[in-house]
């Protein structure tokens, strides 16, 4: 599944909370009924020393069938009155057991040695809480990125306008979403300040974290910090950075060219990013700078091996964060009073 090791034991420890809860529960319904009727304690007593005695039965080897068809009137003489005191007391069957919220693996995660769906299910709320803790992932999704910050107007040379060319990486972004698999191609989203590049990225982990797949979502400086922490700390809280990075479905390093470098994270994000193209993994990766400015910034061989292998979008326009906080102060400034001069251009 591509999910980190924390998130597996995050998912893991609530449904042993849960289980425990559900089976004391259980526990409490059984003592509440037994209370009530005391002859339902000793049919249980009963029902248990009968599987004893027909263990025995087997084992002496003496009228095996006649002892066995014996145990089996019993039992289900026993199971009918039980029925009986169930029905009497208003309650069904399998009251006394515990309630499950998964019947599948009764809230052990695994069924037949694999990964139950629930599991999966919460393993993926989680990420999603945590990327949430991030950014702001519930908003950032394909209805809410808008269009009409984006010029229809196309620029000199251009044959497109910065408003059709946005579309169309929009619909190829929901197509990827909705097609993706570990084959999808990796992604590079190329442009200025507030353009979308961001916006577009969480709404692909948005619907790729929906379909059940592991997505790690994080800006190049705080991973690359995780990485620093990791390989000159041995002390260091969490020891499988580099494992989740790698193992991960999906990878979104946010704003690449923004962080502090050194030799030892500049080796790292080449090694990174050149792991999962051999592991044919794919990542998204968006920044500000141009290929040129990534040539310079990290290396020839870092550019060459994203202009070949990543499939390139350009993003254009004008910042939209600011022309949307330009139109909320324009709405917020208040409005001159009646017959008070109007202030100046």
Do not use: W
Not at 53 to 63: E, I, N, T, Y
Not at 83 to 100: F, I, M, S, V
Not at 202 to 209: C, E, K, Q, S
Not at 291 to 313: A, C, D, P, Q, W
């Amino acid at each position: 599944m591509g999910y980190s090791k924390d998130i597996y034991e995050k998912a893991m420890e609530q449904l042993q909370e849960q289980r425990r809860r559900e089976t004391e529960l259980a526990e409490e319904r059984r003592r509440a009924f037994y209370a009530l009727y005391p002859r339902a304690q000793e049919i249980e007593k009963e029902l248990s020393s009968t599987a004893i005695q027909a263990a025995k039965a087997v084992l002496h080897g003496k009228h095996v069938k006649d002892e066995l068809s014996r145990l089996k009137e019993h039992n289900q003489a026993l199971q009918a009155e039980r029925r009986q005191l169930l029905e009497t007391a208003g309650l069904d069957e399998n009251a006394l057991l515990p309630q499950y919220a998964c019947p599948l693996c009764q809230d052990e995660g695994f069924r037949d040695g694999k990964l139950c769906p629930c599991l999966k299910q919460r393993m993926c709320m989680e990420a999603c809480k945590r990327l949430n803790q991030i950014s702001p992932l519930s908003l950032s999704t394909f209805d809410t990125f808008q269009l009409r910050y984006y010029s229809d107007q196309p620029g000199e040379n251009e044959s497109l306008s910065p408003r059709e060319h946005m579309r169309g990486i929009l619909e190829y972004c929901k197509q990827y979403a909705a097609h993706f698999s570990l084959q999808s191609p990796s992604l590079l989203f190329r442009g200025g300040t507030g353009l979308g590049k961001t916006h577009l990225s969480l709404a692909v982990a948005g619907v790729v974290l929906q379909k059940g797949y592991g997505v790690v979502y994080d800006s190049v400086h705080n991973i690359l910090s995780s990485l620093e922490q990791e390989h000159f700390r041995r002390d260091a809280v969490s020891d499988d950075t580099t494992r989740t990075l790698l193992d991960c479905d999906l990878l979104i390093l946010d704003d690449l060219g923004t962080e502090f470098l050194s030799p030892f994270l500049t080796s790292s994000i080449y090694n990174l990013i050149n792991s999962r193209l051999m592991a044919q993994k794919p990542t998204i990766i968006s920044t500000n700078l141009t290929l040129k400015e990534l040539e310079k910034r990290y290396s020839e061989r870092f550019v060459s091996r994203i202009i070949g292998n990543y499939t390139h979008f350009p993003f254009y326009g004008k910042d939209v964060r600011q022309q949307k906080r330009m139109a909320r102060n324009t709405k917020s400034k208040p409005l001159p009073k009646h017959g008070s001069p109007s202030p100046s251009p």
